[in-house]
């Protein structure tokens, strides 16, 4: 009988293994992440928004600039035949000089943001490092700047017209930067509310009209429902400062008063626009 016997398993001639321990890591080395660029301030930003605003809108507001001035001329001429002279006839010209303002700070404004954001524009923006409140000021900043000369030919033009005293039309220099902020504001904070183009462009037609029979209109001749909408408006204080500096010897008090609530009003409604910004940015 052949008995089997287990015997011990042959071992291979050959290099010998070493089975040390290999020292592996968890996860590959780190690396300090880069710094970012730091994030624009908001005045450098807002020049930068401004120039290219401007650069932008020049060619095309222009001859929507005389419009708005011619428009306001007619109406004086028109009221010419009704008004003759006194607080009407300063009302008058001080209503249709702001009323220019209106025209490019509220109206042509709305109708740019509401393109703007039915285009996708408000994604080039927000794709850059710049505040939101930069965007919203410098393009406010640039359709307000379209203003001045109209405003300033519309005004003197109206006190040759009804014959008021042109010594204190200086005080235009605080009347449209204030007024163009407010109604600036206004006109921006629609075009970024409205849901489609077409909305932001009626409302900025309508807060137009609104500008022209509530500021140009006299006070004291519009019901007293009308008068409360006409407190409400942002430009009324802009009409209210250069009508009562048409005096012969204006009380400098209300009219700071009135130039502060205006620049109030400005501030609120350029906010008002900056969160509609960020709002309409993020969908």
């Known amino acids: ?3 089997i016997v287990p015997t011990e398993p042959a071992q291979v001639a050959g290099p010998k293994v070493r089975t040390s321990a290999v020292r592996t890591t968890d996860s590959p080395a780190r690396t300090a992440p880069a710094d ?3 994030r624009a301030r908001l005045f450098p930003s807002l020049a930068a928004v401004y120039r290219a605003q401007l650069s932008r809108a020049r060619v095309a507001r222009i001859p929507l600039l005389f419009v708005a001035t011619f428009q306001s001329i007619g109406i004086m001429v028109l009221m010419r035949g009704v008004v003759d002279g006194g607080a009407e006839a300063r009302a008058v010209v001080a209503g249709s000089s702001v009323l220019v303002v209106a025209f ?3 109206n042509l404004l709305a109708q740019y943001f509401g393109q703007l954001r039915a285009g996708g524009g408000l994604d080039h923006y927000a794709t850059l490092p710049v505040p939101p409140a930069a965007v919203v000021l410098g393009a406010a900043g640039a359709y307000a700047s379209f203003t001045v000369p109209g405003t300033i030919v519309t005004a003197v ?4 017209l009804f014959g008021l005293p042109m010594t204190h039309l ?3 220099v605080a009347v449209i930067p204030l007024s163009g902020a407010a ?4 006109g921006a904070a629609l075009g970024l509310l409205a849901p489609r183009q077409e909305v932001a462009t009626l409302l900025g037609q309508l807060g137009m009209s609104a500008a022209l029979l509530l500021g140009v209109l006299p006070a004291e001749r519009l019901p007293g429902p009308v008068g409360w909408a006409r407190d409400l408006l942002p430009s009324t204080y802009g009409v209210e400062a250069l009508a009562r500096s048409f005096d012969a010897r204006p009380d400098w008090a209300v009219v700071a008063l009135d130039l502060a609530v205006c620049a109030a009003v400005g501030v609120l409604s350029l906010a008002v626009a900056a969160w509609a910004y960020r709002r309409a940015a993020v969908r």
């Open 1 to 3: 009988m052949t008995s």
């Open 36 to 38: 970012l660029a730091p």
């Open 104 to 106: 490019v700070a509220l």
């Open 157 to 160: 033009t109206g006190s040759a």
């Open 170 to 172: 200086w005080v235009l």
């Open 183 to 186: 109604l600036s504001g206004l």
